[in-house]
Structure formats: structure tokens, C-alpha cells
């Protein structure tokens, strides 16, 4: 039998207020995307899957995605090493449209995220 490899796949990730979400949102990215610190190892346009509790919602959203950015461990900026992750378009928009509605008015400022 073949050895199974960690899932590394699925994402787990809290975001409980609003300036967290703000830094780890990716408004520019097509459908939506976050930014998940995280020091593993991951290759660009790897197929991920996230499930993101978001506020005080009970439910945790499942969001399937892409790697499309990668901030590695030691790369001398100030910026949280991880990931950045495109939101496939299989939910509609569901996850980018929970997050915009949090973010009402805050997607307008200049203030640096963890990407941008």
C-alpha cells in the first residue's frame, strides 16, 4: 500500500473581527481571496480547500480555491509569511459576499493588508 501524504490540502482558518478580515482579504483577485498565515509549504495554482469561521457565525464556511500567492518563511519583509488563496466560483460568490458585506465601507481604504 501506498504511504498517504498529510491533507494538506484543507485550510482551517478563524477570522473573529473586522481588521483581521480586512488584512487577510484579496478584493483584487478574481472571486474573491484571503490571506491564511500558514508555514507550509504549498505550490503555486495548488487545488486547496478552506473552511473559514468568519464573526460569530455557527457555521463554518467551506471554500474551495487556488494558491495564487505565496509570502515564504525568511523572506526578510515585515509581511506574516502564508499563503493567498482565490476563491473558486463554484459557490457563486457566497464566501466574497459574506466578507464585502462585513466590510462594508472598510474595502475603500489605503490601509496595507498582508498582501498588498
Not at 7 to 30: C, E, H, N
Not at 66 to 86: F, L, M
Amino acid at each position: 500500500m501506498a504511504e498517504q501524504t498529510p491533507r494538506q490540502g484543507i485550510l482551517s482558518l478563524a477570522i473573529k473581527d473586522k481588521s483581521t478580515l480586512y488584512a487577510a482579504y484579496m478584493p483584487f483577485v478574481a472571486n474573491g481571496g484571503l490571506f491564511i498565515p500558514t508555514s507550509r509549504d504549498y505550490e503555486m495554482g495548488q487545488e486547496v480547500f478552506m473552511l473559514l469561521n468568519l464573526m460569530e457565525e455557527p457555521e463554518r464556511l467551506p471554500i474551495a480555491g487556488k494558491i495564487i500567492w505565496k509570502t515564504p518563511v525568511g523572506s526578510g519583509s515585515y509581511r506574516a509569511c502564508g499563503v493567498g488563496v482565490q476563491f473558486s466560483d463554484q459557490d457563486g460568490g457566497m464566501a466574497r459576499n459574506k466578507i464585502e458585506n462585513y466590510l462594508a465601507g472598510a474595502l475603500t481604504s489605503d490601509r496595507s493588508t498582508h498582501t498588498m
